[in-house]
Each structure stands twice: as structure tokens, then as C-alpha cells.
């Protein structure tokens, strides 16, 4: 068990509908990662927070969103959900980078499924 | 452009014997490297780590080798046991905590 959890474990919804998945992240932890992980593909690195503010930015499409509330839990938001969009979703936390401390530990994933 | 490659989608092992995994990089600046181990319905576990200025870290049965020159990183299992059974993904880091991850590599151990 990592200490992160995330909810739910699956969500199945139809194509243009929005979900939320949520994410809290190991005690003590500041930062949170959200990462995509489509069928037989590498985990993609979505957004960072840091203590409530975003921090870095990858592929993350816009129709796509993401906030970290104070305490220090996070949300990803999914609107106008396409088939493509079918996925495993992580989340990871990690304490802040001190001296080349860049282990981040995930969450068992939300697997949504568009239809 | 796939920055982190591991060209190995499989690899069999008998218990007992080593398993090496590897992992390509593009990027010289990467300044550190992770594995990560997954099983099915389960988050990715951190295994174990190096930074760029080593050239080896081991922990227990695991130990991971970096060739900078080469970008090439590896992990050696010693011995492999079935329970090592897994999708190992590596993963490289810039100056940020952003990870840059490989398509992965299953590792099956038979007896």
C-alpha cells in the first residue's frame, strides 16, 4: 500500500458526459502527478501541484483539467469525453525534491471507460 | 518523439537465473532514473533509483547499471523469482519531478 488512494476504481460513462476522479495523496506529501496510461502504452504525465498550485504541465489536452484544494488532496476533471480518452488514470505524490529525493509514489489507478 | 524506450516488450526468465531489463534514453540532460514494477489492477511501485553522476546502485537483488555514454540504463535481478513476475517500466527525470516513463517490459519468472 503506497498511501495514496484514489477514487473510484472504475467509472464507465458515454462519450461527451465529464467525470471527476480524485486523489489523496500519502501523508506529509505536497505534490501530486496525474498520469495517463492508454492500452499498452507508457504512463503519460498529465499535470503537478505543488501545495495548491499547478507546477508543471504535459500533455494534457484542454479539455482536460486539474486543481489541488488545501488540503492537499486533487481532482481531475474530464469533460467532453471522447472513446479515446478510455484510459488508466494514476495519481502519484511525492515529498518536496530535497537533495535528489524524486521517488513518487502512486495511487491503484481509476480505469475509465468511455462508451 | 519517445525520449525513454525500452525495446523489449518481453522477456522470459527461469527462477533462479539473472533477468536483465533494459532502457534506452535520448536526452542527456536527464539527470535521474527510476524502475518501477506494476502488476495488473495495481499503481506502479518504486523499486529503485540512480542518479546520473552514478554508474551503479544496488539494493538487494536489485541493481541498476547506468551507461551514460551509451545512454543506456539497465536493471539486473539476481536471483529472479516468480513473484518478480511484473511489468517493469523505467522512468527518467529533468530537473523537475516530471517523470518521462518507457512503454514498460513484462518479466515473466517460470520454475
Known amino acids: 500500500d503506497s498511501g495514496v488512494t484514489q477514487t473510484p476504481k472504475h467509472l464507465i460513462t458515454a462519450t461527451g458526459q465529464r467525470v471527476t476522479l480524485r486523489c489523496s495523496p500519502r501523508s506529509g506529501d505536497l505534490s501530486v502527478y496525474w498520469y495517463q496510461q492508454s492500452l499498452d502504452q507508457g504512463l503519460q504525465f498529465l499535470i503537478q501541484y505543488y501545495n495548491g498550485e499547478e507546477r508543471a504541465k504535459g500533455n494534457i489536452l484542454e479539455r482536460f483539467s486539474a486543481q489541488q484544494f488545501p488540503d492537499l488532496h486533487s481532482e481531475l476533471n474530464l469533460s467532453s469525453l471522447e472513446l479515446g480518452d478510455s484510459a488508466l488514470y494514476f495519481c502519484?505524490?511525492?515529498?518536496?525534491?530535497?537533495?535528489?529525493?524524486?521517488?513518487?509514489?502512486f495511487g491503484p489507478g481509476t480505469r475509465l471507460t468511455v462508451t | 518523439d519517445q525520449q525513454v524506450k525500452q525495446n523489449s516488450p518481453s522477456l522470459s526468465v527461469q527462477e533462479g537465473r539473472i533477468s536483465i531489463l533494459n532502457c534506452d534514453y535520448t536526452n542527456s540532460m536527464f539527470d535521474y532514473f527510476l524502475w518501477y514494477k506494476k502488476y495488473p489492477a495495481e499503481g506502479p511501485t518504486f523499486l529503485i533509483s540512480i542518479s546520473s553522476i552514478k554508474d551503479k546502485n544496488e539494493d538487494g537483488r536489485f541493481t541498476v547499471f547506468l551507461n551514460k555514454s551509451a545512454k543506456h540504463l539497465s536493471l539486473h535481478i539476481v536471483p529472479s523469482q516468480p513473484g518478480d513476475s511484473a511489468v517493469y517500466f523505467c522512468?527518467?527525470?529533468?530537473?523537475?519531478?516530471?517523470?518521462?516513463f518507457g512503454t514498460g517490459t513484462r518479466l515473466q519468472v517460470f520454475p
Open positions: 502519484a505524490s511525492s515529498v518536496e525534491r530535497i537533495a535528489g529525493a524524486h521517488e513518487q509514489y
Open positions: 522512468a527518467a527525470s529533468l530537473n523537475t519531478d516530471k517523470l518521462i
